[in-house]
């Protein structure tokens, strides 16, 4: 993804656990699914997302608070997750990727015989 001298905002981020794996939400108001990079490297999982406003290329600016925004995030995920499985979707602004465990990693119950 290509930066324009500006400082990339980092996205609030949930992460969440269950048995079979985790889930990530991250907030990126104004990100489209065309300008959204995700990906992992090795055990790196990045998050990449330019907002934007529209083609503003017609209008002047008079006054401006909004700005387009460039959001970037890295995490180091557990090697007890699988990330050849990874979903991703994308509604109203938030990115939700699930990871799935190893099934190595995934609780598992004992049965007890009786003797």
């Known amino acids: 993804m290509e930066t324009k001298d500006t400082a990339a905002m980092i996205p609030a981020v949930d992460v969440l656990e269950n048995e079979a794996g985790i889930t990530v939400k991250a907030d990126l ?32 600016p008079v006054y401006a608070e909004v700005r387009t925004a460039q959001y970037k995030r890295s995490f180091v995920l557990s090697r007890d997750l699988d990330t050849s499985k990874i979903d991703a979707s994308m509604k109203n602004g938030v990115l ?13 119950r004992i049965p007890v015989r009786l003797d």
């Open 29 to 60: 108001p104004g990100v489209s699914k065309e300008s959204l990079h995700v990906r992992v490297d090795g055990e790196t999982l990045t998050i990449e997302g330019q907002a934007s406003l529209g083609d503003t290329n017609a209008l002047e």
């Open 96 to 108: 939700t990727l699930t990871v799935a465990k190893l099934e190595r990693a995934k609780p598992r």
